[in-house]
Structures are given as structure tokens and as C-alpha cells.
């Protein structure tokens, strides 16, 4: 897992370099990147791989946001390479590798790849909703 | 010559931020701050995928409207950033707004030295073939293999070839790749070869962004996203189909 968790951190290093992220995110990416996939072995651990990236997006959205804010950044430069990890790769390939046997299976494998990347982009958007909640919250309660 | 208006600004800030492949959302809110600073009267601004729009009124003078057509879409995160750091400075007066459509010219295509970015290519692949539970044997596998792509994109890039060829012959190769490597050298699993190595592929970005596009409300620009991702990642799958088929017929 320890290894896993590694490789998570040079696939994003080595895709923010790919997506020309600004080379001081560098050592970030490969934080959120382990973070991130971390959070997904361990959800995995109980839960299916749909509510797995659920959770891991969560904590990958909330880092990102944090960072942001700290590094004055936009969240998007952190949050695109952080989530690379959770692309439902796998899925698609099922769903292909399934197809071309002509078996049924893959259709739910289908349905997995829109699952997944639709938990990817829900997960991001409950955070930003919260932290949008929680800025006028507290511009309010200044004013 | 002509004075440059928070118009021109904020139709460069949006042309590249859409280039970039930013979220619709961020692109308006964007071109909408840099307008409101102008102190006018009214300003509208509209971005889709595939085209922006702004309005200005100036106090005492009649409305003026840019549009801009966006053929190309790349990712680039760098751009973003500095397109972020330059309306931060015009909203706060650090910089006037000639100064910040020179700022804007200047941001650079390629963050990265051309090698670099083979090797992140590399360094991208490797790394997905170790994160899902690849061992020793994949990982020299794959990264053959993420060399094939490497030739394959310079190639490519060369003779400008069409994105859906592009995408489905360059998951054909990997396919073919994937296992041609295997056969002559070390037991792998091909699974997780192809998938690691069809990672720079794959649209996730262009998926979630969609979403995302979708679920603020940006439906035109979510859609038309939506349509760009399916696309590629038929081609995708179109391409490593092929790769399977052929396999199945030569082995």
C-alpha cells in the first residue's frame, strides 16, 4: 500500500508536469496526490470503489482549498492534478476489454465510468458549496 | 493609438483561460471582475467552451460588444494561474489596463523544456502503473511502453493529425504495445499496463469539468464539454478495442 501510495505521488508529479502546473505547486501535487489516493485505499478498505472516490475527492477538495487560500493560487491549478488518481481509468477499460468479449458486464462497467467521474465532480462541488456557505457566513458576521 | 479599455483585458483573460481549459464558471466570474473595475455602467459577460462573449456600457456612451470564436483547447494550469494573478493586480490597481494586456501576451505556451515534458509523460505512466498495484515487471512494461507514446505524440504533433485519429491509433499502439513488449520480455499484466499507460488519453479532466460545468448551472458550456469528453473517450476506447481485436487475431 506504502508503495501504492508513492507511485500515486510520481503519477501526479508527473502529470501536473504534463498539464503545465506552475512549478511551485510541484511538491504540493505529489502531497495531494499521495494524500489523496491514501484516502481512497483506506475508504476501499469498506466501502465500493464509487463512495471510495466520493470521500477520497472530499479530502482532495478541502486540501486543495486550503492551499489555495495559503498560496494565493486558484483552487483549480491544485484540485485538477489532485483528483488525477481517481479518473476512472480502470472502469473504461473494463467497460471496452467487456464489450469486445461481448459480454453483458459491460454495461455496468459503463455505468461505474459515468458513476465515478460524476462522484469525482460531486465531491468537488459539495466543498466549494460549503466554502462559498462558510465566506459569506463570516463576511456577514464581520459586518 | 487606440486606448485599450477593460474590454480588450477581459476578452484576453477569457479567450486564455477557455484555452487553458478553466471552468466556465471561473472564466465569467474572471471577465466580470475585470469589467466591473472599469466603474461602468453595465457589463454582461458569456463564455461557452467554444466561444466567449462581453458588453460594456461606459457612463454617457453607447454599448460595446466583442465576441470570440475558441477553436483550440488545451489544459494548461500555469496559464490559469497567471491569468488569476493579473486580474487579482488589475482589480487592485497594481497594474493599469495596458499593462495588463502586455501581461497577458506575455504568458509563456510551454511552462516546461520540451524534454521535460516527455518525461513527465514517463513519470505520469510509470507512476499510475506502481499506484495500481503494479509490481517490477509491469513498471519496466509500462515505461517501454510510455516511450512508444512519446515517439508516437512527437510524430503526431509533426504532421498536426486530427484529435480523434490521434487519441484512438494512440491507444491502439499502447494496446498493441502493451503486450507485443510482454511477450518478448516478462510476464505482466497487460491490464494494468494498458490502463496506466492510456492515463495521458483519457479525458478526466474534460469529464469532471463538465460536471462541475453542468452542476453550477453553465448548461450550454457543461453539455457541449460533456460532448467533447465522449468523444475522446470513444476514440479512446475505439482505439484499445482495436488493439484488443487485433491481438485476439494474432495471437
Known amino acids: 500500500m506504502i508503495l501504492q501510495i508513492l507511485g500515486a505521488a510520481l503519477g501526479v508529479v508527473g502529470g501536473s508536469i504534463f498539464l503545465q502546473a506552475p512549478k511551485r505547486i510541484l511538491p504540493a501535487a505529489a502531497f495531494l496526490g499521495s494524500t489523496g489516493w491514501a484516502a481512497y485505499l483506506l475508504a476501499h478498505q469498506s466501502f465500493d470503489a464509487i463512495t471510495s472516490t466520493f470521500i477520497s ?26 483528483v488525477l488518481p481517481l479518473v476512472p481509468g480502470v472502469a473504461l477499460y473494463q467497460t471496452v476489454a467487456e464489450f469486445i468479449k461481448g459480454s453483458y458486464k459491460a454495461d455496468a462497467y459503463l455505468r461505474e465510468t459515468f458513476l465515478i467521474a460524476g462522484m469525482i465532480a460531486l465531491s468537488i462541488f459539495v466543498v466549494d458549496s460549503l466554502v462559498k456557505a462558510l465566506e459569506r457566513y463570516t463576511k456577514n458576521a464581520s459586518i | 493609438m487606440k486606448k485599450v479599455t477593460h474590454l480588450d483585458v477581459a476578452m484576453l483573460a477569457g479567450e486564455i483561460l477557455v484555452q487553458s481549459g478553466s471552468e466556465t464558471h471561473r472564466v465569467e466570474d474572471t471577465m466580470t471582475r475585470i469589467l466591473t473595475h472599469a466603474h461602468s455602467e453595465s457589463t454582461n459577460a458569456f463564455a461557452f467552451t467554444t466561444g466567449i462573449f462581453a458588453t460594456q456600457t461606459e457612463v454617457g456612451k453607447e454599448a460595446q460588444t466583442l465576441i470570440r470564436r475558441i477553436h483550440t483547447r488545451t489544459l494548461n494550469l500555469n496559464a490559469i494561474a497567471q491569468v488569476n494573478d493579473i486580474s487579482r493586480k488589475l482589480c487592485t490597481d497594481v497594474l493599469d489596463s495596458s499593462q495588463a494586456l502586455e501581461a497577458l501576451k506575455a504568458i509563456p505556451n510551454q511552462t516546461y523544456p520540451r524534454w521535460l515534458h516527455d518525461v513527465s509523460l514517463i513519470l505520469l505512466i510509470s507512476g499510475f502503473s506502481i499506484l495500481l498495484g503494479g509490481k517490477f515487471p509491469e513498471l519496466i512494461v509500462t515505461s517501454l511502453n510510455a516511450g512508444l507514446l512519446v515517439l508516437f505524440f512527437k510524430v503526431t504533433d509533426k504532421i498536426d493529425a486530427n484529435p480523434f485519429i490521434r487519441s484512438a491509433l494512440g491507444a491502439t499502439l499502447i494496446t498493441l504495445g502493451a503486450s507485443l513488449i510482454q511477450l518478448i520480455t516478462l510476464k505482466a499484466q497487460t491490464d494494468i499496463v494498458i490502463i496506466s499507460s492510456m492515463m495521458p488519453l483519457v479525458p478526466g479532466v474534460i469529464i469532471t469539468t463538465a460536471i462541475r460545468d453542468t452542476l453550477y448551472g453553465d448548461y450550454m458550456a457543461g453539455t457541449s464539454r460533456a460532448v ?10 475505439i482505439g484499445v478495442g482495436m488493439g484488443l481485436r487485433l491481438l485476439g487475431g494474432l495471437l
Open chain 1, 57 to 82: 475527492g472530499l479530502v482532495i477538495t478541502t486540501l486543495s482549498h486550503l492551499l489555495a487560500r495559503f498560496s494565493k493560487m486558484p483552487v483549480t491549478v491544485y484540485l485538477i492534478p489532485g
Open chain 2, 228 to 237: 467533447e469528453a465522449l468523444v475522446i473517450a470513444a476514440s479512446v476506447a
